[in-house]
């Protein structure tokens, strides 16, 4: 399935386009928190990113799971089970906040806005007959991929939507395309991870970390769980708060 195995454009056109949206902001907004913030988040998502829900509840704070909707109840050839109707219950019920993530994992960079549009609209519809009927105001674009035009209008729609631009949030963000660390299996990843997280708490900033599967032998798109619970532990000790986005986004100031 095409699903499975797409990958945005690295053309150079396509990279030219992609730094030009990074430095457009949407939507401004000012992040100042009181508290460092650490907002943990899973794409997709995988049935075992229920793992690193169990991580971050274990240290007091509560995690992101951005849905796509074309996924559940399906098995990804990598990364195993997806989430179901029961996944998302189960992790609203524990306090962890549901995202959108496009139905059909979307390129927004790639689409017209009318499909992309279109596309979340679905991906809202399907999380409400799954039964998840809360207001959905976290998004996060798939591959991190986006427009200008596509980040003011999920801006109108939802209160954050996270890329995969590394970097803190500090100062004056784009709220519609906020920046985020990934997280592997690798020592270089392990290290970027460690080191972010560093900044953060010394500059009082919103970091978001992001991933999909959770492990002792995660795949090449998932962490694992002994690093989450490592940087779990150093946010907690060091005074950080592990937020779900949009309470992330409530404790830095970005909305009311
Ligand atoms: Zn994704």
């Given amino acids: 399935?095409?699903?499975?195995?797409?990958?945005?454009?690295?053309?150079?056109?396509a990279r030219v386009q992609r730094h030009v949206t990074m430095w457009r902001k949407a939507n401004e907004a000012f992040v100042a928190p009181d508290r460092p913030v650490v907002t943990f988040t899973?794409?997709?998502?995988?049935?075992?990113?229920?793992?690193?829900?169990?991580?971050?509840?274990?240290?007091?704070?509560?995690?992101?799971?951005?849905?796509c909707t074309s996924l559940m109840g399906q098995r990804s050839p990598v990364m195993g089970e997806m989430f179901d109707t029961a996944t998302l219950a189960e992790l609203r019920e524990r306090g962890h906040e549901i995202g959108a993530h496009t139905h059909a994992h979307l390129d927004c960079s790639r689409a017209q806005l009318s499909q992309?549009?279109?596309?979340?609209?679905?991906?809202?519809?399907?999380?409400?007959?799954?039964?998840?009927?809360?207001t959905v105001s976290a998004f996060a674009f798939p591959y991190g991929e986006t427009t200008y035009s596509a980040k003011q209008w999920v801006g109108d729609l939802f209160a954050t939507a996270r890329g995969?631009?590394?970097?803190?949030?500090?100062n004056e963000v784009d709220r519609s395309?906020?920046?985020?660390?990934?997280?592997?299996?690798?020592a270089m990843h392990r290290r970027r991870a460690l080191s972010a997280l560093d900044a953060c708490i010394t500059r009082k900033a919103w970091l978001f970390f992001f991933t999909?599967?959770?492990?002792?032998t995660p795949t090449s798109y998932g962490a694992p769980a002994d690093l989450i619970e490592e940087l779990a532990a150093r946010a907690v000790e060091a005074g950080a708060v592990l937020a779900a986005p949009t309470l992330g986004a409530v404790l830095s100031g970005v909305i009311d």
């Avoid at 499975?4 to 053309?11: L, N």
């Avoid at 992309?116 to 809360?134: P, Q």
């Avoid at 995969?164 to 500090?170: A, Q, T």
């Avoid at 395309?177 to 690798?186: C, I, M, W």
């Fill in 1 to 13: 399935m095409m699903q499975w195995s797409y990958a945005p454009s690295r053309a150079l056109p």
């Fill in 42 to 67: 899973f794409d997709d998502f995988p049935k075992s990113a229920l793992n690193g829900a169990d991580i971050v509840e274990k240290h007091g704070g509560r995690a992101g799971f951005y849905a």
């Fill in 116 to 134: 992309v549009e279109r596309d979340i609209g679905e991906n809202l519809v399907a999380l409400a007959e799954a039964g998840h009927d809360a």
């Fill in 164 to 170: 995969i631009l590394p970097g803190l949030n500090m």
């Fill in 177 to 186: 395309q906020l920046r985020a660390v990934e997280l592997g299996a690798s």
């Fill in 212 to 216: 999909h599967d959770v492990g002792e």
